[in-house]
């Protein structure tokens, strides 16, 4: 499975660093403040800026898939040490060292790894690892499939895979909600986003209408366990799940909403290939069911089964923070809903996060290009080291039930 973790907070729509430690609008136009209506108070995140009719939504994007399916791979933990892992290979020769020794053995990728992304990192955990990385990696670049040769160093997809996700440790995204850093913030509102307007109106306008690769931390507590969605499915609402205006709040309307969504896997053997994508649950893509309630401010109006016209999304800020529906998934737990989720563009200069010893533009031309490189001379690979982990890797994150922090 996978390691993970993202920057901790951003601005609307403002460019972020992914870090390993790693509109027809049909209702009046209220906000939260105006309604007082906060059960959540205190959390943190950012605008959703989009189409927010609730009726327009389910009827035209309930249910997407991305066109381009994220391609599944491995999450290269810090205590295997990273993309310096040798394991995968008979020789022990890594992703990182195959490409020092095809670019001449000077660029030191393999050192830089053990050395940042290894086991001997101070304070390392079993979860640690490069799932940021590849998420981006998995969207942004079309999956390798087929071993290359550059300067007589052949790269298996695993190295090729490897390499990709070393260089999405480090990328421009949109992010949405507040990253649960530490166990110590799980008694903090801030364990409550993404809320439920920010987790519908991201699905719906950026996978859904626009196409887009949406990325999530699916462990709802402080470890961090990035995945790719897939694609989503909301239930159409009936008639029974509008719960009509809040008696307690006048202008707010309320209905219960049950989506499924899929993500890609990274606890895959490195080099295996993706298989089709078709909302499905297999060893390739796990899914999830999520319950919640949104409010709208506006009534809903059906013609039979048939929503004909709704209120707007309500998500709006109190004080610093985002409030917007209710999750309602029993029992608070790991699982309960994803802690943020984040829509990745392009890739940054490695300045600390990344290797910055492997250099993206070389990869893309020679490796992804299949082209020898003039320039360099190729060295016999140097074998990686066994990894020494003070802690065994985990494949899972921690999911045992945590009491719910109090709200009010």
Same mark, same amino acid.
């Given at each position: 499975?996978?390691?993970?973790?993202?920057?901790?907070?951003?601005?609307?729509?403002?460019?972020?660093?992914?870090?390993?430690?790693?509109?027809?609008?049909?209702?009046?136009?209220?906000?939260?403040? @105006?309604?007082?209506?906060?059960?959540?108070?205190?959390?943190?995140? +950012?605008?959703?800026?989009? +189409?927010?009719?609730?009726?327009?939504? =389910?009827?035209?994007?309930?249910?997407?898939?991305?066109?381009?399916?994220?391609?599944?791979?491995?999450?290269?933990?810090?205590?295997?040490?990273?993309?310096?892992?040798?394991? #995968?290979?008979?020789?022990?020769?890594?992703?990182?060292?195959?490409?020092?020794?095809?670019?001449?053995?000077?660029?030191?990728?393999?050192?830089?790894?053990?050395?940042?992304?290894?086991?001997?990192?101070?304070?390392?955990?079993?979860?640690?690892? #490069?799932?940021?990385?590849?998420?981006?990696?998995?969207?942004?670049?079309?999956?390798?499939?087929?071993?290359?040769?550059?300067?007589?160093?052949?790269?298996?997809?695993?190295?090729?895979?490897?390499?990709?996700?070393?260089?999405?440790?480090?990328?421009?995204?949109?992010?949405?909600?507040?990253? &649960?850093?530490?166990?110590?913030?799980?008694?903090?509102?801030? !364990?409550?986003?993404?809320?439920?307007?920010?987790?519908?109106?991201?699905?719906?306008?950026?996978?859904?209408?626009?196409?887009?690769?949406?990325?999530?931390?699916?462990?709802?507590?402080?470890?961090?366990?990035?995945?790719?969605?897939?694609?989503?499915?909301?239930?159409?609402?009936?008639?029974?799940?509008?719960?009509?205006? @809040?008696?307690?709040?006048?202008?707010?309307?309320?209905?219960?909403?049950?989506?499924?969504?899929?993500?890609?896997?990274?606890?895959?053997?490195?080099?295996?290939?993706?298989?089709?994508?078709?909302?499905?649950?297999?060893? #390739?893509?796990?899914?999830?069911?999520?319950?919640?309630?949104?409010?709208?401010?506006?009534?809903?109006?059906?013609?039979?089964?048939? =929503?004909?016209?709704?209120?707007?999304?309500?998500?709006?800020?109190?004080?610093?923070?985002?409030?917007?529906?209710?999750?309602?998934?029993?029992?608070?737990?790991?699982?309960?809903?994803?802690?943020? %989720?984040?829509?990745?563009?392009?890739?940054?200069?490695?300045?600390?996060?990344?290797?910055?010893?492997? @250099?993206?533009?070389?990869?893309?031309?020679?490796? %992804?290009?299949?082209? @020898?490189?003039?320039?360099?001379?190729? !060295?016999? !690979? &140097?074998?990686?080291?066994?990894?020494?982990?003070?802690?065994?890797?985990?494949?899972?994150?921690?999911?045992?039930?945590?009491?719910?922090?109090?709200?009010?």
């Amino acid at each position: 499975m996978s390691k993970k973790t993202v920057s901790a907070a951003a601005a609307t729509t403002a460019v972020i660093v992914s870090l390993v430690l790693s509109a027809c609008g049909g209702g009046n136009g209220l906000d939260g403040t @105006d309604l007082g209506i906060s059960p959540y108070p205190n959390r943190r995140g +950012q605008e959703v800026l989009g +189409q927010k009719n609730f009726a327009y939504l =389910m009827n035209n994007h309930r249910k997407a898939k991305l066109a381009k399916t994220p391609w599944v791979g491995w999450w290269w933990a810090y205590t295997a040490n990273g993309v310096a892992n040798g394991l #995968h290979h008979p020789e022990m020769h890594s992703p990182a060292g195959k490409y020092d020794a095809a670019r001449g053995g000077f660029p030191k990728a393999q050192e830089w790894e053990i050395a940042n992304h290894g086991a001997t990192v101070p304070g390392v955990q079993g979860w640690w690892g #490069h799932c940021n990385g590849w998420c981006v990696a998995s969207t942004l670049f079309p999956e390798p499939r087929e071993p290359v040769t550059v300067n007589g160093i052949e790269f298996s997809v695993a190295d090729q895979k490897a390499l990709l996700t070393e260089a999405g440790m480090e990328s421009s995204s949109d992010f949405f909600g507040s990253r &649960v850093d530490d166990v110590n913030q799980m008694r903090t509102p801030r !364990v409550e986003d993404v809320v439920p307007a920010q987790f519908f109106l991201i699905l719906t306008n950026y996978l859904g209408k626009k196409g887009l690769p949406v990325l999530m931390d699916r462990h709802t507590t402080y470890e961090v366990w990035n995945q790719p969605i897939a694609g989503y499915s909301f239930e159409y609402p009936k008639p029974s799940d509008y719960l009509g205006e @809040d008696p307690a709040h006048r202008g707010l309307y309320r209905v219960n909403l049950t989506t499924t969504i899929w993500w890609a896997e990274d606890g895959v053997p490195p080099g295996e290939l993706t298989g089709e994508f078709d909302y499905q649950d297999n060893r #390739h893509f796990s899914k999830r069911t999520l319950k919640m309630e949104l409010w709208l401010d506006g009534p809903i109006v059906f013609d039979g089964e048939q =929503m004909r016209s709704s209120g707007d999304v309500v998500v709006t800020r109190q004080g610093e923070y985002f409030v917007g529906g209710a999750w309602k998934n029993g029992a608070y737990s790991a699982t309960s809903h994803p802690d943020f %989720m984040w829509i990745p563009y392009s890739l940054l200069k490695p300045t600390t996060y990344a290797n910055p010893e492997i @250099d993206i533009e070389w990869v893309k031309k020679h490796v %992804m290009g299949h082209q @020898d490189d003039p320039s360099a001379v190729a !060295v016999p !690979v &140097v074998p990686a080291p066994s990894p020494t982990p003070s802690i065994a890797p985990s494949p899972e994150p921690t999911t045992g039930i945590t009491p719910r922090p109090p709200l009010i």
